[in-house]
């Protein structure tokens, strides 16, 4: 039987790209490749247009109708942007509803929809025609390292025990206004904010400035744990890898957070709506924090229960093959 030519596309860079988006684009292509599968990651809309592809997948709202060859169409859904705008209340973005638009089109013209977790708009596939299955994320997308910035480590000298936040200040949906409010009642809290926008008038946190993904996992794995007060998430690339770094993880009940298996240790989790109250974020910061328990022995564990992007890649191969089996519309 001749290998699956697999076609990966998004508008954005897939192969160079930092957001969840492109990470699991590439931990895919990574593990699809080893398993004898000739795969592709392209933003060229031309690539499109190949009529050898068994296999186009296509992320999110970036869906593009193309004409109808024998290739299994897949779509993928990191998310959906419905239910970022409910969690933000972000009612009056004309683009989001645009995109959740794609996004259901994507699922309701493709034959296979894969989901990071579970979402009502993936199971629309089993209604119309496709077939979907949850994927998850996997927590092993790189071992690179890289050395921090002179700068940051400068500053990290010395400095003892510190926790981390990754993402843009004055994103709403990753909840940094939260963290800000907390962080007062946190005085004990050394803060290292990744890359550190939205957070220049804060006392005390460090701002790491722009980082590498191999710095970012350089940084994480000499960190004591990470904030990840959210507002909406789909399955939490940077919750994946810290605990499988061992780090003490706090994060709001939000997308795939209460969903890990069972066993996994460091987690502290806190609803979305206590987190708003910043001195119930404080406290379970503080909480956390106070956690016994040795960072190896927690990494050791959690990197056993926790899924591989090898896992990700069978439940995408099989669903690809089960629609093959049954034949495409």
Same mark, same amino acid.
Request: aromatic share 6%; with cysteine.
């Given at each position: ?12 860079? #897939? ?23 000739q795969?592709?990651?392209? !933003? ?16 999110? +709202? ?5 004409? &109808? /060859? ?10 959906? /942007?419905?239910?970022?705008m409910? +969690? ?14 794609? $996004? %259901? ?6 034959d296979?929809?894969? @989901? ?11 209604? /119309?025609?496709?077939? +979907? ?11 690179e390292?890289?050395? #921090?910035?002179?700068?940051?480590e ?15 200040g ?8 939260? %963290?800000?409010?907390?962080?007062? #009642?946190? !005085?004990k ?28 996992r ?9 904030v ?29 957070? $209460? ?11 806190? @609803? ?6 910043? $001195? &119930?974020?404080?406290?379970?910061? %503080? ?9 190896? /022995? ?15 890649? &069978? ?5 690809? !093959? ?8």
């Amino acid at each position: 039987m001749a290998p699956l030519r697999w076609l990966q596309w998004s508008r954005v860079d #897939l192969a160079g790209g930092l957001g969840g988006v492109e990470v699991f684009a590439r931990s895919l292509n990574r593990e699809l490749l080893k398993a004898g599968i000739q795969s592709k990651l392209s !933003r060229d809309p031309r690539d499109l247009l190949d009529p050898n592809w068994d296999v186009i997948q296509m992320h999110g +709202s970036a869906f593009e109708r193309v004409p &109808r /060859t024998k290739a299994i169409r897949v779509q993928t859904l990191h998310g959906t /942007t419905l239910g970022r705008m409910s +969690s933000c209340g972000e009612w009056l973005w004309p683009g989001g509803y645009l995109a959740w638009l794609r $996004e %259901l089109q994507g699922v309701v013209l493709s034959d296979v929809t894969l @989901s990071v977790r579970p979402l009502a708009t993936a199971r629309l596939a089993d209604k /119309t025609g496709g077939i +979907s299955r949850v994927c998850w994320n996997g927590w092993d997308s790189s071992e690179e390292m890289a050395p #921090l910035p002179q700068a940051l480590e400068a500053q990290l000298s010395g400095l003892g025990s510190f926790w981390i936040y990754i993402g843009r200040g004055e994103d709403l949906v990753k909840g940094a206004d939260r %963290l800000l409010r907390a962080l007062p #009642l946190c !005085r004990k809290l050394r803060l290292v904010a990744v890359p550190g926008s939205g957070f220049e008038s804060a006392p005390g946190v460090i701002r790491s400035g722009s980082l590498s993904s191999p710095q970012v996992r350089a940084l994480m794995g000499r960190a004591e744990g990470i904030v990840i007060p959210s507002r909406y998430e789909g399955n939490s690339l940077a919750m994946l890898e810290a605990l499988a770094h061992g780090l003490r993880v706090l994060a709001t009940r939000v997308g795939a957070a $209460e969903l890990h298996p069972k066993g996994v240790q460091g987690l502290h989790l806190i @609803s979305s709506a206590d987190a708003d109250h910043p $001195e &119930r974020l404080a406290g379970v910061i %503080l909480d956390a924090a106070m956690e016994p328990g040795d960072r190896q /022995t927690r990494a050791a564990n959690n990197q056993k229960v926790l899924p591989r992007w090898a896992d990700v890649a &069978r439940t995408a191969i099989e669903a690809v !093959r089960s629609r093959l089996r049954a034949g495409s519309p």
